[in-house]
């Protein structure tokens, strides 16, 4: 991967043909105006250059050096000032914000292809700037006229940074024990104290102040409310002042992600703002964490790309073995090998469905926020609820099983530093455990998304499936009779699950991963006939043979592997929650 | 996991009830007299000891320090050469060994068991002795008297250490690329020129001398020797000469294991002795990567175990959350919640069922080995043939599996590196790629063990898998319904293959990692129903009604894992072969 090539040849396809983004572009005024087809692919040429020679060559290095901790100060690794420069003055950090405040109004649709380039270059830079979206966002739409106007731009901008404070030691999964305290003072403002742990770009050095988002606790509410709390004190015209009471207290050691500094955050009364009503903190929260779940989709998804041009370029090159049909060479291109060429269709195939699944959260991000319609809004909210926490759950999963396979398809070299892989190995990792663990997601999938309404978006979800196949040629609706079948089965599975909820309250978390698993590779699988499907228009007949050869590798071979987690799904709860926790 | 603690209780349970160790020791001559259950259980007891309070200490510090290459020497991190003496004095490193020069010629039933122990508390320090065992192993059974008589004492005693010098830059998987020379002189011995990469333990500073084994080629000749090759010359007498043109290129930075040295080593006109009969280095060879094939699968495994304890151990202290069947404290430990109870029997029922699989390894080789009978002996070898494959491949898949959900189970801090669980994920990540990647190992097994004897073996171990069901109680026969259509369709399976082998030669290359997947996952449930089954003769109550329950764990959610791998295979390789290459 030297250098990092964008997948912009599939971007192109998924946007113009697979979700035919330019119409849905043209008919919402908001974005008729800002981006056509060709904006979006100059758009995405030019974060392509920026993310290969700006970003991907400080990526192994800030990996070996890691940021420092030193006098309550947190250094970045050489080089992330100068390419956290160029993010921002190319207005990367607002890109999909709000324009009334100096965002680039840009869709979301756009936004995640953005992202992924930036996650395929360099996890650990990619996520400085991705906080300050989400932290953004969250303010934009909850936070008062004045909060608004005093800390947009600059977090736009990227001039400040934006991060969000839940955990605490005693808080993690569970924000019930939150002990971070919020006094009321006279001038409507608050005094918060308490410390945070796992505090993603709690602080660095490439902006000069840092909005923190923190949960805390009012005096005598058991309920969190939310808070706007800056590193240092901002002035009614937008200069800054004296430090705030906000401290670093340490930076944690990890496995990956070493150029990301991840903070124990301490406020000592500090001055802080309240974002939306009082008690009513988590919701708040929920908007900046539903974007951060698909952003963090999207790390997996990146990594799963830099996984799979990497293990690609090093299949074609590494001479070993010689083709079990014959040869005579001295040495073969490892792609010759059957078991080479099935790592990297399962990486490749699982990769561009990723990319599907989340420009189709994308798509429904942008109806539910741009669509006049408000029939049209509503039912993508629904999607997007419906979506979130698949996209973050299975494409953080399915994005370490693909750096996993691919490091197999480097062998020894693959364990080596040098080579890279392992880096994506080890960054992507906490991909599926922070931003609420993956076992997390899939409780919200099922226990509120699935059965919360009884089934009524996963029917009408599934209902545009289907209908959406119905509209293919008939050879390739020939290929969905197996897709089609596992979709009826998780709808009676998840019926089941909701007749026996009541009786069984352990039963959705028991199942729940399962259940997503399923769902995961059963949606692959639409996304893949339809990808292939329609590739068949294009000019280019090795893109269409290419799609058409991928898909039926994930038909075959990839799709019978929901069957198992629905068989686990459906084996219930008993074996899980009857063995006594003595036995454990 | 502070302090480790041994799974004692489920190793006697295997040695004694599942494998009936005491019965084989007692008709083995060579065994009989050298250990019964009692003996076993007793060194299992000190080896749990030591590796407690002297071995996993070291392991973390070490992992931190790391191995450092200073002025052409290797330095192993502080603590280890204290452990490595404790080790030494012990009699460890020569536990399997031959009596006649030293060793305790214990048997490898329970030379697995105590490898497993070195693996759960440190993989860094356990591969140094593992290498050694492996090459005395190899002199043994291939080399002269006198070499024999110089070295093997040495090494069985720990004094010196062995290494296995095969990998090339341009010599991986495929070792007929070797270019290491060997030069034969007047006296017999030989001048070994060349470099090899990737070599564990080439050098470090705990044994006075580190004897290579080294494939290299005769001028003239494109197949391999094997050659064992002195760091220091060692003169008639034992003692240790002048340095014999052996050093130390590098050391790899690597992803885990920091703590042992992975080298280049260049041999100049270095001094060497042929080991067994030129061009027949690689049958030599496979002496010792057999051992360490089973050696590696032991990594796993003593990995999955230090994830079960760790996770186990967490997930009943760590307060999070409310169990979903109500609960009146402030939180509950998170071992009542569906999901975390899913991992947590996940990796206990893979883990215990791996030790089975590695003990039956295990019995396999003594009774190849020790056996009088010579019908036995030769259909253990068979066995052991058949499962060295599973055993490396399916162990360290499982393990990595394992380190991963135990990951998981902690949540924001298992990405932590001092809580320990991301360590054990880097450190064991290399087991399924060294000693052969896991990828080949299928190929192995699928190609040579299943179809190589036209099924002869398979159908010959199933029979006997099919015989011991059939002995036990009627319960536990009935719940092995869907086992034994599985273990049917392996053989249907494997039928197939190797009636298309001929007409589709990337067929077996193709399909064998799902073919191993699916025996594999199969075995597991063999092992389990026996297990849970003869556990119901144990007087203790609450282990018999623990491996009933992670029994039927197993049974209803993982083994249908089995069909998924199934479906692979029998999807064929079309979708694999057929793409063409410059659709990659």
């Known amino acids: 991967m030297y250098p990092y090539s964008a997948p912009l040849n599939e971007m192109r396809f998924l946007l ?14 908001q974005l008729a105006e ?22 991907q060559p400080i990526n192994r290095a800030g990996d070996e050096q890691g940021v420092r901790f030193e006098d309550g100060t947190v250094i970045t690794p050489d080089g992330y000032k100068e390419a956290y420069q160029a993010f921002m003055e190319g207005g990367w950090v607002g890109f999909c914000g709000d324009p009334e405040f100096g965002g680039m109004g840009m869709p979301k649709m756009l936004g995640v292809l953005v992202d992924e380039m930036g996650y395929s270059v360099c996890n650990a830079f990619n996520l400085y700037s991705s906080l300050t979206a989400g932290a953004a966002l ?40 939150v002990r971070t305290r919020a006094e009321p003072q006279d001038d ?12 993603t770009g709690g602080d660095q050095d490439l902006t000069s102040n840092v909005v923190h988002l923190v949960l805390a606790k009012l005096a005598g509410s058991q309920s969190l409310s939310l808070f706007l709390v800056p590193k240092l004190k901002v002035n009614d015209d937008g200069s800054l002042g004296e430090n705030n009471g906000v401290s670093v207290g340490s930076i944690e050691h990890k496995m990956g992600l070493k150029g990301s500094a991840t903070c124990v955050m301490n406020f000592d009364n500090a001055r802080g703002f309240l974002i939306g009503e009082a008690d009513r903190g988590l919701a708040c929260m929920f908007t900046m964490m539903n974007y951060e779940r698909l952003a963090i989709g999207i790390q997996g998804l990146g990594s799963a790309q830099a996984a799979s041009q990497l293990a690609t370029d090093y299949a074609k090159e590494r001479l070993q073995g010689l083709a079990a049909t014959g040869s005579n060479a001295a040495a073969d291109p490892i792609l010759v090998h059957g078991d080479v060429r099935r790592m990297l269709l399962t990486i490749r195939s699982l990769t561009e469905a990723g990319r599907a699944l989340a420009v189709d959260a994308g798509m429904q991000l942008d109806l539910a926020k741009f669509s006049e319609d408000e029939a049209e ?3 993508a909210a629904r999607f997007v609820g419906l979506l979130t926490p698949v996209a973050k759950a299975f494409l953080t999963d399915r994005g370490l099983d693909a750096c996993i396979m691919a490091q197999q398809v480097f062998g020894g070299a693959g364990y080596i530093r040098e080579t890279g892989i392992e880096q994506f190995v080890r960054d992507t990792r906490i991909a599926q455990i922070y931003e609420g663990t993956n076992g997390i997601q899939a409780i919200d999938f099922l226990g509120r998304k699935v059965t919360g309404d009884n089934l009524a978006t996963l029917n009408e979800f599934i209902a545009e499936l289907k209908a959406e196949l119905a509209a293919l040629a008939p050879e390739w609706q020939d290929k969905a009779g197996e897709l089609l079948a596992l979709l009826d089965e998780l709808i009676a599975s998840a019926g089941n699950i909701n007749e026996a909820k009541r009786e069984q309250p352990a039963l959705i978390n028991s199942v729940a991963v399962d259940y997503l698993d399923a769902f995961g590779f059963s949606l692959y699988g639409y996304y893949w006939i339809k990808m292939a499907a329609l590739a068949q228009e294009e000019a280019d007949a090795s893109f269409a043979q290419q799609k058409a050869a991928f898909c039926r590798f994930y038909l075959e071979k990839l799709l019978p592997r929901a069957r198992w987690h629905l068989s686990q799904v459906n084996a219930g709860a008993g074996c899980v929650m009857e063995t006594g926790a003595e036995l454990f």
């Open 16 to 29: 113009d043909k697979v979700f035919k983004a330019p119409a849905i572009w043209q008919r919402l005024p």
């Open 34 to 55: 800002t981006v056509d087809l060709d904006t979006a692919m100059a758009i995405l040429e030019e974060a392509a250059k920026l993310n290969r020679d700006i970003v």
């Open 138 to 177: 969250a303010l934009n739409a909850h936070g008062s006229d004045e909060l608004k106007d005093l800390y947009l731009p600059k977090l736009y901008s990227g001039e400040w940074a934006g991060a969000m404070d839940m955990t605490e030691p005693q808080a993690g999964s569970d924000l019930r024990g």
């Open 188 to 199: 409507g403002s608050f005094l918060i104290s308490g410390s945070k742990i796992f505090i």
């Open 377 to 379: 809004r509503a039912k």
